[in-house]
Structure formats: structure tokens, C-alpha cells
């Protein structure tokens, strides 16, 4: 929420709650649909609780599919295995977890389905689960409940790895898929789906975030649907600002980028990154005044509606001819060819951050506590910004010339 908190108005607290409600979202769901049985794939929890009250509205929501006669099934993930939580409280009747002992089968004769699956026993599991797990039951719908990287997802250890071939070749009708946050189908016929997470928590969680919704007639799937549950939703807007000429020529193009945006999310509450990308003319002005430029675009996307800007990134150009500046015998040329290559020269850059920590520790502390603050001691940071330089360098002096100064 670091990103969100500075700003008056934004929906910190929506935020903060908006796990519970897409929970409560997901539980509307199986009501409306008249589902037969909810499947829970792992990581209900994210750790230990810091109280009861977490345990208790859990409970209360899976009540609340007891009196609708709605069966579920859930194991634990690296997040909430068997050795995490270490408070307990009792689950309604109509609510079974798989042991983390061994995998097991569990049969819904009323349904003619069964659903085979294993829990975390402790968070890092790397053996291949689902090598063990039951032969399919004949004539009965098959279904593996299983909390997997599969060979590896980029942001997500890799727990309980196994080849795509394993679950395939196992010869269930759908396997549900739990630890990767992002939505993926996998594989058809079987499904091998991941139906993602019900709420994106950060901006890396960005896009409608929800359930799968599994739609079977006479033992067979007819039908596979994504439904988004989530309360509010992170956006990440990458604009490109080649065509810009100025500053607001810059907001424009965000605008009408976060207004799509706003339209697609129907409604919820928006957090959105942007990150400025491509060679303009419009790069040199707004890292000139950046502060400036950020404040013009925060009330440029509180007019579009219930939008937040999280954080701006900048990492376009200037349309410098860097190549035809660094062959120039004046001083311009000097320049640029002192640029050339200095990211890459450790030394260098050292002594650059030797020259600039004095300055950075006669900053305001008020700066200096920002998380936007720029840490001139740290040589990455240095190095990072070293682009930004040398165009906003460049250009003040390309800009001079012109003028005839």
C-alpha cells in the first residue's frame, strides 16, 4: 500500500479489505450458480494468523455454503501447510481437507465425482506430488486438486515441480491448480488450469483476478469460464510517448490510456503503475520537471473516475543521435563519449558515488525517508540513472546551441 498511502483519497482501506470481500464474492458465486462443490487449491492463508478473526470469517463463509448444501475440498500450500498454521478452529461439515500425510481420494457419490489430492505437510515440498497420487476411478469424473509450480513459473518457487506429461498421462478429466497468482490454462482435454488468485495484492498482480467455474453434464465438462471476483483492481500502463512533443501531449496519451483501463474494470476502484517507454521529444522536459509532471498527472487521472496513479516510471528517451554526438570534435562530442560505457566501468562509478554522497546527506530528511528518494550511494541507483543523464545533459546543451547561446 506504500505507493497508494501518500495520496488523499486513495483506496487504501478498500484495498487492505479486499481479500476478504472477493472470499465473500466467490462464496456469492457458488450460491447463484447452485455449484455442487467449491475446490480450494492452497494458500487460503497467507501465514499464520495474527488473530482469530481471520480463522472466523473463514468459517462463517463455508457456513454460509453449508446452508446451501455446497460440498468443498481444499488442501494446504507452501503458505499455509500443516506446520504454519498453528492456530485451529473447526471447519463446517461440509468442508473436507486433504491429509498431508499422503495423497488421498475423496468421492461425492451423489455427484459420481472424485477428487484426489495431498496437502503441504511444511511450505518448501520439492517432491513431485502427483507422480503419487491415485489411479482415476472408473466411471466416475476425475478431478487433481494440486498446489504446483508445474516445471516453473517466473515469480513462484518451485514447489511440488512435475512435468505437464505426469498430469496428462495420469488420466484425470481436470486438474485445479493452485500457487501461481496469475490465471493460465494449461492444457485441454484434460484441463490443467491455474485460475489464478481471487484479488491482486501489489501492482505485479495486475488484471482481473478471480475463480473457474467448472460446468459438467452427464460426467463430462461442457464448459471451463473465468469470473472475476476481485474487489478492486491493479493496472499496469505501459504507454508509448514516441509521438509526444511536450508535457501534455504526455497526458494526454496516459489518459486515454487509463480511461480504457477504468472501462475494463468495470466499476472496481483502480491502482495503476504507468511506465513512459519509447524516444521523445516529451523525455527531456518531463525529467526536467518530474515532480511537476507527476502532480499534473495525478490530477489528470483523478478526473477519469475511481483511478489511483501507484507509481510513474520513466523509462523513455530523448531522440538523440547519440552515435553522431560521440564522432563530434567539440564539446559536445567530449561529452558523449565520456558517457560511453561509463555504466560499465565499476571504478568509475564508484567515484562517482564518492563525489554525490556528500550531497545526498545534506538532503532534507523528509527526502531522504521517501521510497521515491534517490540513493546516490548506492552505485546501482547511480548507474541506473546515468541515461537520464546524459539526455537531459545532452539535450539542455543541444537546445543551447540552437538558441545560439
Avoid at 467449491?38 to 499464520?48: C, E, K
Avoid at 492444457?187 to 478471480?210: C, D, I, M, T, Y
Amino acid at each position: 500500500m506504500r505507493g497508494l498511502s501518500r495520496y488523499e483519497g486513495a483506496p487504501v482501506e478498500v484495498m487492505r479489505g479486499a481479500t476478504r470481500e472477493a472470499l465473500r464474492n466467490l462464496v456469492d458465486l457458488c450460491l447463484e450458480e447452485e455449484a455442487a462443490l467449491l475446490l480450494l487449491a492452497g494458500d487460503v492463508f497467507d501465514g499464520d494468523w495474527r488473530d482469530y478473526n481471520t480463522g472466523v470469517f473463514f468459517a462463517s463463509e463455508l457456513s454460509r455454503l453449508r446452508q446451501a448444501d455446497v460440498s468443498v475440498v481444499m488442501l494446504r500450500g507452501n503458505h499455509d501447510a500443516a506446520s504454519v498454521i498453528q492456530k485451529h478452529l473447526p471447519l463446517p461439515d461440509n468442508t473436507q481437507e486433504l491429509s498431508s500425510r499422503a495423497p488421498e481420494t475423496l468421492r461425492f457419490e451423489a455427484l459420481g465425482v472424485a477428487v484426489h489430492g495431498q496437502s503441504y505437510p511444511q511450505p518448501a515440498v520439492v517432491k513431485d506430488l502427483a507422480a503419487d497420487y491415485p489411479d482415476p476411478t472408473e466411471g466416475w469424473l476425475d478431478i487433481g486438486l494440486l498446489h504446483t509450480s508445474l516445471d516453473g513459473r517466473p515469480g513462484h518457487a518451485p514447489y511440488a515441480p512435475c512435468r505437464l506429461e505426469t498430469l496428462v498421462e495420469k488420466g484425470y478429466d481436470y486438474w485445479a491448480l493452485g500457487h501461481v497468482h496469475q490465471r493460465e490454462v494449461v492444457h485441454r482435454a484434460p484441463w490443467v488450469v491455474f485460475p489464478g488468485n481471487l484479488q491482486g495484492r501489489h501492482v505485479r498482480e495486475s488484471g482481473a483476478k478471480g475463480a473457474t467455474l467448472i460446468r459438467v453434464e452427464d460426467g463430462a465438462i461442457t464448459e471451463v469460464e473465468h469470473r472475476a471476483l476481485d474487489v478492486a483492481r491493479w493496472v499496469h500502463l505501459e504507454v508509448d510517448i514516441h509521438s509526444a512533443t511536450s508535457g501534455y501531449d504526455v497526458l494526454h496519451l496516459v489518459r486515454t490510456a487509463a480511461t480504457l483501463a477504468r472501462d475494463e474494470a468495470e466499476g472496481r476502484p483502480l491502482a495503476a503503475r504507468v511506465t513512459l517507454r519509447g524516444r521523445s521529444r516529451a523525455h527531456g522536459p518531463w525529467v526536467d520537471d518530474a515532480e511537476g509532471w507527476e502532480a499534473r498527472l495525478r490530477t489528470e487521472l483523478n478526473d477519469v473516475g475511481e483511478l489511483w496513479l501507484e507509481r510513474i516510471r520513466v523509462r523513455s528517451e530523448a531522440p538523440l543521435n547519440r552515435e553522431a554526438l560521440q564522432q563530434s570534435d567539440d564539446a559536445m562530442g567530449q561529452i558523449a563519449r565520456a558517457f560511453r560505457g561509463l555504466g560499465d566501468d565499476a571504478d568509475a562509478i564508484e567515484a562517482l558515488v564518492a563525489e554525490l554522497e556528500p550531497l545526498a546527506r545534506k538532503a532534507p530528511r523528509e527526502l531522504r525517508t521517501r521510497q521515491d528518494w534517490l540513493r546516490l550511494n548506492d552505485p546501482d541507483t547511480v548507474r541506473e540513472l546515468l541515461p537520464d543523464v546524459e539526455a537531459l545533459l545532452l539535450e539542455r546543451l543541444l537546445a543551447a546551441r540552437e538558441d545560439g547561446e
